[in-house]
T-cell receptor, first 109, second 112 residues
Framework: GQSLEQPSEVTAVEGAIVQINCTYQ??????LSWYQQHDGGAPTFLSY????GLEETGRFSSFLSRSDSYGYLLLQELQMKDSASYFCAHKAAGNKLTFGGGTRVLVKP | GAGVSQSPSNKVTEKGKDVELRCDPISGHTALYWYRQRLGQGLEFLIY????????KSGLPSDRFSAERTGESVSTLTIQRTQQEDSAVYLCASSSSVEEKYFGPGTRLTVT
């Protein structure tokens, strides 16, 4: 089967750094993606890791370790607008995406 | 269009009625997905279309759910004999690459 585990909620203050971990179990693995979703909005793509290592895109970075079946999303210099849910998702054969349950990030002033 | 569009944005229906939800993907995107999201929950995969290949229907929860796609354009998700547990936001996404999926705004379905 295929499953992804991530924490349900994280709270931090503006300017802080938050790391959202994602562990997965899958019978076939082709990459780990991260999506952001604000309340009432559509998920939007943040990053994709197919190989081990760190991908940096502005204040957000994503890391993957295939040997550990583990990845994380790092949010730096937190801003109020970063309050949202963040989903990891893995791509299996055929381009199908399976999503984790999401981590709700609450940024406080 | 500029992005994925879905209609209607909101749908309230009575238990037992059939509903049709529509998705217009980004032009040229060969892959199209339907997901269901219950309040406060993650995205639950329903069905995936890729070009002219047979769709991956492995996520459809029951035979009351079906979906069609005409070529590489519009897709319709049909739910027959709706039940209250079908209440959710139904999200459509399209893609032309391995990495990035573009989601529509969703259809919020409420079954009374």
């Amino acid at each position: 089967g295929q499953s992804l585990e991530q924490p349900s909620e994280v709270t931090a203050v503006e300017g802080a750094i938050v790391q959202i971990n994602c562990t997965y179990q899958t019978s076939g693995f082709y990459g780990l993606s991260w999506y952001q979703q604000h309340d009432g909005g559509a998920p939007t793509f943040l990053s994709y890791n197919a190989l081990d290592g760190l991908e940096e895109t502005g204040r957000f970075s994503s890391f993957l370790s295939r040997s550990d079946s583990y990845g994380y999303l790092l949010l730096q210099e937190l801003q109020m607008k970063d309050s949202a849910s963040y989903f990891c998702a893995h791509k299996a054969a055929g381009n199908k995406l399976t999503f984790g349950g999401g981590t709700r990030v609450l940024v406080k002033p | 269009g500029a992005g994925v569009s879905q209609s209607p944005s909101n749908k309230v229906t009575e238990k037992g009625k059939d509903v049709e939800l529509r998705c217009d993907p980004i032009s040229g995107h060969t892959a199209l997905y339907w997901y269901r999201q219950r309040l406060g929950q993650g995205l639950e995969f329903l069905i995936y279309f890729q070009g002219n290949s047979a769709p991956d229907k492995s996520g459809l929860p029951s035979d009351r759910f079906s979906a069609e796609r005409t070529g590489e354009s519009v897709s319709t998700l049909t739910i027959q004999r709706t039940q209250q547990e079908d209440s959710a936001v139904y999200l459509c996404a399209s893609s032309s690459s391995v990495e990035e999926k573009y989601f529509g705004p969703g259809t919020r379905l409420t079954v009374t």
